[in-house]
């Protein structure tokens, strides 16, 4: 019965329907572990940002756990726990560690050119704050070398403004070795001298490239990298790239 | 790759996630794992609330941990560990004596400690997980032949995709198919009752 009632609503289907299904297929897919690397990012990324999404993760990790004689009876009437644990960790600071788990290394640099992952987040209902956090971060961006234009006579001061102009830099207060500018190699990083107009040739030659802490240009490159797969996702105009210094005299 | 592996697999990739600095994504493995904690925790305290509390402190302690841990056992290993642990200590405070079979860390995931909360749970509990249960054998027994199967396989036989496409004599691709269906028809069904 269920396959006739299939049949005969599946040529009705809007494209949000079977896209929603497709999704949900994954989903399925994701709670026996059976999906494929790619999909276990996206969905991850989706489960984040879409609460209905989440709420049908719920529930059938709930009938899941029920099958496999797993559930709880004191968790299954108490919505507080997640509201509990999620009250008190937000109390605690959140990581970031340097030498978080590695794996499935080459992921992210997939998904800006699958095109499920782009339907994933127009689906979902959350699309206007990824974008907003796509614009942020471009006019973070750009902010910075603003940033970099107007303080380029006071170096000492430079690396605290840019601390206080991003937020994300702000939670690991390490303001001295931050800066963002156009993509450099890394091994020229530590060479090339920095190409600012504003700058005259004496001044130029007192801001040399030179390597940022690694483990912070990581953290960096990866924020970029995501937002990058974000702007991605909407066709967002251009590229920022990235690359860490440390002013110097 | 085992069911075991696939899944802490999916664990790590969460756990990076929230050791870079996504504490939202934590949230997903307190999904996935606080019916499981909760019925490992259960020979150690004696009714709901304990349950709750030592689930809780269990899923924070792993948080601030989790900086610590490099996966080297699997996730779910290691949060096991902290569990028991945490239930270990929770007696102590308590003043109470462990229970006489001790829970290893490796049978944990298989461990049933159901029974031992029966008298303790609330009538309304039981009540909401038989409904639960009634539900989903109804929708199962009503699906077409192909969706039983294949949601029968991997529900209660535990068996991978590539086995049930094998037993099946069907693609992958189908088998994955089925099992949504079949699960959609259940979501369908729970939701009301949730």
Known sequence: MLKQQQQTNEPNMSDQKLNDRKLNERLSAFIDAEQSDIETSLIIDALLNDSEYKQQYIRSQLVNDCMNEQVSEAIITSNDLRNNISHALESLPAHFSDDAVSLQAGITEDIANNSWFQTLFKKSSEHKVISGLSVAASVMFVTLFSLQSLNSDQSGQFSDNVAATSGVLQSQPNPSLIQLSSSLPASYASTATVGSNAMNQDKKQKYQWIEADPALSRQVRQYINEHENYRAAYNLQPKIRTATYQLSE | ?194
């Open chain 2, 1 to 194: 790759m085992s069911d075991n592996e696939s899944q802490n697999k999916i664990d790590l990739e969460i756990v990076r996630r929230v050791q870079r600095g996504d504490k939202g994504a934590f949230d997903l493995l307190v999904i996935k794992y606080q019916h499981k904690l909760a019925k490992l925790v259960l020979p150690y305290v004696h009714d709901r609330d304990e349950v709750l509390d030592v689930v809780q402190e269990t899923f924070i302690k792993a948080y601030k941990a989790l900086p610590r841990f490099r996966g080297d056992s699997a996730f779910y290993t290691w949060l096991y560990r902290i569990a028991i642990n945490t239930s270990k200590n929770y007696l102590t405070a308590q003043s109470r004596r462990p229970p006489r079979s001790d829970v290893d860390v490796v049978d944990a995931e298989f461990y049933d400690g159901g029974s031992a909360m029966h008298d303790n749970t609330t009538p309304e509990a039981s009540l909401a997980t038989e409904q639960i249960k009634e539900a989903i054998n109804q929708v199962i027994s009503g699906l077409p032949e192909e969706l039983k199967i294949a949601i029968t396989l991997r529900e209660f036989e535990a068996m991978s995709y590539d086995e049930i496409a094998d037993i099946m004599d069907c693609p992958v691709g189908t088998v994955r198919s089925r099992i949504f269906r079949a699960r959609e028809a259940i979501d369908n069904e729970i939701k009301v009752l949730l």
